[in-house]
């Protein structure tokens, strides 16, 4: 299992920006993928889950309406996107494999190496 | 802040034992859900490190254990190595919470001395 993710932005604020994660090795379509922020020096918090299978968006409420999550199946890839960014999108983002099993519940067990963004004038 | 609580820091020589805790609630770990732990190591990808409270992925040493009771959990790590070093978070499920419910715990960074 890979999660490939495009490489790092610098953008103004105010700008639009579609950042990408390429899955292999696994059926793409059969588990959710989620997207992680890590602010600089901050903890993680994770943004928000697609389903590849029927593209199912959930989106925790603070990044609801802040950005867009997107799949496109036919090339095994996830994407987040900001129709106008902030210099408070500064931020390394990671995708993630959620596994949901039915002993142990959810969690994300193949992580992106990560894309750094970030967002200044 | 987090739901899930964990120590900002903790601390050990090479060879000793640490134990990081992440204290929840009723609504998560009390409720009976599992936790999880990631290792970040300095300037790379968190890991998954420990699933469904006790369980190492395949490549995890053993020196890496996990457990759970009440409302907590605890990552304990015997034989610490420099290469230990580095952030841990805890991961659950909290069932007050919107969409999906899970969350992390604030992080806990663990300096070999």
């Known amino acids: 299992v890979q999660l490939v993710q495009s490489g790092a932005e610098v953008k103004k604020p105010g700008e639009p920006l579609r950042i990408s994660c390429q899955a292999s090795g696994y059926s793409f379509t059969n588990y959710w993928i989620a997207w992680v922020r890590q602010m600089p020096g901050k903890g993680l918090e994770w943004m928000g889950v697609?389903?590849?299978?029927?593209?199912?968006?959930r989106y925790i409420p603070p990044f609801q309406g802040q950005v867009t999550i997107s799949v496109d199946k036919s090339i095994n890839t996830a994407y987040v996107q900001w129709s106008s960014l902030k210099a408070s999108d500064t931020a390394m983002y990671y995708c993630?494999?959620?596994?949901?099993?039915?002993?142990?519940?959810?969690?994300?067990?193949?992580w992106g190496q990560g894309t750094l963004v970030t967002v200044s004038s | 802040q987090s739901v899930l609580t964990q120590p900002p820091s903790v601390s050990g020589a090479p060879g000793q034992r640490v134990t990081i805790s992440c204290t929840g609630s009723?609504?998560?770990?009390?409720?009976?859900?599992?936790v999880h732990w990631y290792q970040q190591l300095p300037g790379t990808a968190p890991r998954l490190l420990i699933y469904g409270n006790s369980n190492r992925p395949s490549g995890v040493p053993d020196r890496f254990s996990g457990s759970k009771s009440g409302t907590s959990a605890s990552l304990s790590i015997t034989g610490l190595q420099a290469e230990d070093e580095g952030d841990y978070y805890c991961q659950s499920f909290d069932n007050t919470l919107s969409d999906s419910g899970l969350l992390f715990g604030g992080g806990t960074k663990l300096t070999v001395l």
């Open positions: 697609i389903y590849p299978g029927d593209s199912d968006t």
């Open positions: 993630v494999r959620r596994y949901n099993s039915a002993i142990y519940g959810n969690y994300f067990d193949y």
């Open positions: 009723s609504s998560n770990i009390g409720a009976g859900y599992d």
